[in-house]
């Protein structure tokens, strides 16, 4: 999909982070925009800043792990632009700690929203591109999603998912002779509030947790400190807008991923242990 201007965009998860970033750079591209989050006020006032940017754009409060909420949010876009093109599954929450202290809630939370959010979006919007013959999807993983790391298993197991899904459609795709491009987004660190996920977390999947021990370090605010050295999110969706112009699949965004990616694939081939990598 080489042409961006005056097509149609929608953006999961679009009130924040890498999700605002997309929607700014195809806002600037000259497309027509529809933001999709969770995060009413968040969502209020992205949509507010790319209208006053000159974008037509509207807002759809939209929980992507259910799959009523997605297809409203095709409904919107079609009764409001009438039609759809550029399709970014974006929305996601991060969530880890020791396998063994993880609470089935925290894994029904991850799922719910990093994988169903993709499941959702494929099932609601593919066959609207489909029908056309025209569009591409993207669907944001994770370095996480090439390579596993330790005390990340909800967030890697469903990043792992949303690459083997899309490479499926990449394949069907194909077969089918379509012009309906995918990609899938793995980025490294990239400067978002991913480490505050848990405020959009649902009331019926809290969990209560006993506190830290006295002298215990503050995880979420080491998290922080790591995410504040990555990439900005504008970079990350220049990067996308590449990779939609030139039907690339795989947008690997830190090439020093990319030693990582190798040595996982190294260590398989030669019938070892996974390595420790660290994203």
Avoid at 155 to 163: D, G, I, N, Q
Avoid at 177 to 197: E, H, K, M, Y
Avoid at 231 to 252: C, G, H, I, L, N
Wanted: glycine content about 10%.
């Amino acid at each position: 999909m080489e042409e961006l201007r005056g097509k149609v965009a929608v953006v999961t998860g679009a009130a924040s982070g890498i999700g605002l970033g997309l929607a700014k750079r195809f806002g600037a591209e000259g497309m027509k925009l529809v933001l999709a989050d969770v995060d009413e006020p968040g969502l209020r006032a992205a949509t507010d800043e790319l209208r006053s940017a000159g974008a037509e754009v509207i807002g759809v409060r939209t929980d992507v792990s259910d799959g009523g909420d997605v297809e409203a949010l095709l409904d919107a876009t079609l009764d409001v632009f009438g039609a759809v093109h550029l399709v970014c599954n974006n929305a996601g929450v991060g969530i880890g700690g020791q396998i063994t202290g993880l609470d089935v809630k925290d894994w029904e939370w991850a799922l719910g929203v990093n994988l169903w959010g993709v499941i959702h979006g494929m099932r609601v919007f593919l066959p609207v591109l489909l029908e056309q013959d025209e569009g591409h999807i993207v669907n944001t993983a994770s370095v996480a999603g090439l390579f596993a790391t330790p005390f990340m298993a909800p967030y890697c197991a469903t990043k792992y998912a949303v690459v083997a899904i899309s490479e499926c459609a990449y394949h069907e795709l194909a077969m089918q002779g379509s012009q309906v491009g995918i990609s899938v987004l793995c980025p490294a660190w990239v400067r978002t509030n991913i480490a505050d996920s848990e405020r959009s977390r649902p009331a019926h999947l809290q969990v209560e947790r006993p506190g830290d021990a006295p002298g215990a370090p503050d995880l979420r605010e080491v998290l922080r400190e790591v995410i504040a050295t990555g990439k900005d999110p504008s970079e990350v969706a220049q990067t996308v807008a590449d990779a939609v112009r030139s039907k690339r699949f795989y947008v690997v965004t830190h090439r020093e991923s990319l030693a990582a990616i190798e040595a996982r694939m190294r260590a398989i081939l030669d019938g070892g242990a996974p390595p420790l990598l660290m994203p």
